[in-house]
């Protein structure tokens, strides 16, 4: 059971999540009126999503190793005051160069916060608490996604664009004051050397590859540019898992892959995390631009995606106690495969009871799925392993959600290539889509029977009726 601590922490981890991935997609829906305060083009905007995908992408695997040399509770109160300040600085840029650079020192507080607070919960936690803590950690990150396209139109339509990052200085504030009281500083510890091989091949590579993402995404990019920066990124990372699984103290430990669960989460979980990253950014623009509706509309109908989220998010962990990680995987693998592939069949006609309901189901089958990966994932790790797991598995969930947006716009293309009209193209790409959520099911089924059993918590199981009756009479001869 959960004490008090362990869930306000929680939930302020929950909250510097929710606020990190709502910084990462709530910048699109205001691209023109950005560009036309700065004095630039809606095109160059895009560099600043890009720039913090990318900053958070190459700082991540580094927070493993600055937690053990400067402490937990530093880290972590140094990247909300970092994130919250870069804010600050984000609404009063003047040009797009400030504004790019105000967001990297965003993304770097973001790339300390939310790994470095998730390590503060789960050190020391039992493992029966995981799928608690888990539940309160991942909600946020589903929510920031799809709250962002209505949010970001409220604000740029009735405020201005500079309001996308004013909100943030309350609530950086708050969790400031919060950690600053919940927090304690807790043993340090004198980390390895750092690993500046694996810095630089590592930090190179995901550096490229989310470039080369944004290059995909980007509808006025060539394919030669976007080819090139991802064999640069191939090669580099290529060379730093070479290198990592060679050296004595690597920054990113990938011997923590051979814990058969954390692999099964980090694999499975990263193609999970990437048809869920695409869905709220198709589904505004099918509605919009296929469909003919408003923002308003659209973003509303989105919404239903975060009502499905909520609708389950109680039920989690009572489901996970009763049927084990296995069952339910599969179940929300294959049901959100479904839901994304059923887009296909949607139509301006189609009654909008039905969308909502579709939609509903997509977003209870991806908070279902991405609570059971969040949580088995740590199932088996030992608490000396835990640092070095936790840093992998943020970094490939941070990567796999920064490429969700250039998969999605490659199945689009595609799409495009088969079918000539729009409606037949975003018909495609969901299929496509449906089918990349059957490899995470396949994972699943090569589950072993009871795998993550560890953190659940089950009842006592009733003994027969004869031993019951034996163990009653046992006791009275005792008497």
């Known amino acids: 059971m959960l004490d008090t601590r362990q869930r306000t922490t929680a939930l302020l981890v929950a909250a510097c999540f929710f606020m990190e991935m709502l910084d990462g997609t709530i910048v699109a829906t205001a691209a023109p009126q950005m560009a036309a305060s700065l004095d630039t083009t809606p095109g160059s905007v895009g560099l600043v999503i890009t720039v913090y995908l990318l900053t958070l992408a190459v700082l991540i695997p ?41 967001r990297v020192l965003q993304g770097a507080g973001g790339a300390m916060m939310v790994p470095v607070g998730r390590l503060l919960v789960l050190d020391g936690a039992a493992k029966t608490d995981i799928p608690k803590i888990m539940a309160y950690i991942v ?15 409220v604000l740029t339509t009735y405020a201005s664009w500079h309001w996308m990052f004013l909100v943030n200085l309350p609530l950086g504030a708050a969790a400031f004051a919060v950690a600053r009281r919940l927090v304690s500083a807790g043993p340090t510890v004198t980390p390895p050397p750092l690993d500046v091989p694996g810095v630089l091949l590592g930090c190179t590579g ?24 991802g064999a640069v990124a191939v090669l580099a990372l290529g060379a730093a898992w070479r290198h ?20 099964a989460a980090v694999t499975g979980g990263s193609l999970f995390w990437i048809v869920v990253g695409s869905m709220p950014f198709l589904l505004p623009l099918l509605f919009q631009e296929v469909f003919g509706w408003s923002a308003v509309k659209s973003g509303a109908v989105v919404l239903f995606v975060f009502v499905g989220n909520i609708g389950i998010k109680p039920a989690t962990t009572p489901l996970i106690n009763r049927f ?38 997509g977003g209870a089958a991806r908070s279902l799925g991405l609570t059971c990966y969040s949580t088995i994932a740590f199932s088996e790790v030992t608490s000396e392993r835990l640092r070095d797991a936790n840093a992998l598995s943020v970094t490939a969930n941070q990567l796999a959600a920064g490429l969700a947006v250039a998969v999605a716009t490659i199945a689009l293309r595609l799409g495009g290539s088969f079918q000539d009209t729009p409606s037949g193209a975003y018909a495609v790409a969901f299929c496509l889509l449906g089918a990349v959520c059957l490899l995470p099911a396949a994972g699943a089924l090569r589950l072993r029977d009871g795998a993550g059993d560890a953190v659940r918590t089950r009842r006592a199981e009733p003994a027969p009726q004869g031993q019951a009756r034996a163990a009653v009479s046992d006791s009275r001869k005792s008497e």
């Open 206 to 229: 995901l550096a490229a590859l989310t470039w080369a993402a944004h290059l995909v995404a980007e509808t006025d990019s060539g394919w030669r540019s976007a080819a090139a920066v």
């Open 139 to 153: 909600w946020p990150g589903l929510m920031a996604p799809v709250v962002a396209p209505l949010l970001g139109g």
């Open 324 to 361: 084990g990680f296995r069952p339910l995987l599969l179940v929300s693998t294959v049901g959100l495969a479904c839901a994304v592939a059923g887009c296909a069949l949607l139509t301006a006609a189609t009654p909008l009871a039905v969308t909502a309901a579709l939609v509903t189901l």
């Open 244 to 263: 990592l699984l060679r050296t004595a103290h690597p920054l990113v430990n990938l011997r923590t892959l051979d814990v058969v669960t954390f692999r």
């Open 62 to 102: 580094l927070s493993g190793w600055l937690t053990a040399r400067y402490g937990a509770r530093r880290i972590f109160l140094t990247a909300i005051v970092l994130f919250t300040l870069a804010s600050a600085g984000c609404a009063a840029s003047g040009d797009l160069g400030v504004l790019v650079a105000m």
